[in-house]
């Protein structure tokens, strides 16, 4: 079965640095997706960036890109410049492309906080 | 579309009454997902369809816990009887079978067992 690691429960950095947030996933499978979402206080669930297994170019976002590593199951977050508004849960998630049977699997968050 | 429409937004209830959560995905999305959010255990995923037929409910934590999808347009979670350790943020998800397609959240149900 497919899982999901965050190692870091919390982190925090100082406002227009850069802070990078660490994701490790364990699969037997060669194709999937992978996606960092972001979880304001509202509650509500954002993508943030998403990146497909089979393509080795690390996707970016404006100030959000990932470092994904394929032989070492590890996709991090590096957010850039980091802005208040930046300030929230940030969820790994993994998504298997089997067909009929896309399991979309999180890890367990990392709570981001920007001190000003 | 409205995206992924969840109620009720906050449910009170007494342990060892049933509870009905229900999701509405959006128009054409054929995954839906159950997810549970809870401080100790982050986001749980409980059950997902794919064509209204559950594909796994591993994730069910026990007999208490049934969910439904009857058409593509709704869905249901239940739990009965409800108990204290049920309190969480229940949270539906739906996406396609696409490229590279992401997950659209509800807003979630907030549930709490006195």
């Known amino acids: 079965a497919q899982t999901v690691t965050q190692s870091q429960p919390e982190m925090s950095v100082q406002e227009a640095e850069t802070v990078t947030l660490s994701c490790t996933y364990d699969?037997?499978?060669?194709?999937?997706?992978l996606f960092w979402y972001k979880q304001p206080p509202s509650r509500q669930m954002i993508l943030v960036i998403r990146q497909e297994a089979y393509k080795q170019q690390n996707a970016t976002e404006n100030r959000f890109s990932v470092n994904f590593q394929k032989a070492a199951k590890s996709f991090s977050l590096k957010i850039s410049d980091s802005q208040l508004g930046d300030a929230a849960m940030y969820f790994c998630a993994y998504r298997s492309r089997e067909e009929g049977a896309q399991k979309l699997v999180f890890g367990q968050g990392t709570r981001l906080t920007i001190n000003p | 579309d409205a995206g992924v429409i969840q109620s009720p937004r906050h449910e009170v209830t007494e342990m060892g009454q049933e509870v009905t959560l229900r999701c509405k995905p959006i128009?054409?999305?054929?995954?839906l997902f159950w997810y549970r959010q809870t401080m100790m255990r982050g986001l749980e995923l409980l059950i997902y369809?794919?064509?209204?037929?559950?594909?796994?409910d591993s994730g069910m934590p026990e007999d208490r816990f049934s969910a439904k999808m009857p058409n593509a347009s709704f869905s249901t979670l239940k739990i009965q009887p409800s108990e204290p350790r049920d309190s969480a943020v229940y949270f539906c998800?739906?996406?396609?079978?696409?490229?590279?397609?992401?997950?659209?959240f509800g807003q979630g149900t907030r549930l709490t067992v006195v």
């Open positions: 369809f794919n064509n209204n037929v559950p594909i796994d």
């Open positions: 998800a739906s996406t396609w079978d696409g490229i590279n397609t992401e997950a659209f």
């Open positions: 699969t037997s499978e060669s194709d999937y997706y």
């Open positions: 128009s054409g999305h054929d995954y």
